[in-house]
């Protein structure tokens, strides 16, 4: 059973991602199929985020929405989707902020 370190650091999270992965069998979905499932998520959150803000009240009955739980289905998902493309999410972000900070932010 895969076990999350305490503290971990994004490359724990995407080891801990794979691992889960394997052990509970989601490893059978195409690149394309994992986005569409991560982009579900995302709109789940925005759900969220509507609600928590009272942005638009919906009359219809729906189940309870919790941004915790969805702000942690769409990091799932991300490092999934990292993983699949073999992407180390830290270097990424680091080379991509290296990027950002030469730009002028106007």
């Known amino acids: 059973m895969a076990v999350l370190k305490d503290e971990p650091t994004l490359k724990d999270l995407q ?36 609600k928590a803000a009272g942005l638009y009240e919906e009359k219809a009955k729906q189940r309870d929405i919790n941004l915790e739980e969805e702000f942690s289905d769409v990091l799932s ?9 073999d992407i180390d999410l830290e270097q990424a972000f680091r080379a991509k902020e290296k990027v950002n900070q030469s730009r002028s932010w106007e």
């Open 15 to 50: 080891q801990y991602m794979a691992a889960v992965c394997v052990e509970r069998g989601w490893t059978k979905d195409s690149p394309a199929e994992k986005f569409v499932l991560f982009i579900e998520e995302v709109g789940e959150l925005a759900k969220a985020m509507r």
């Open 77 to 85: 998902y991300l490092l999934d989707l990292a993983n699949t493309f």
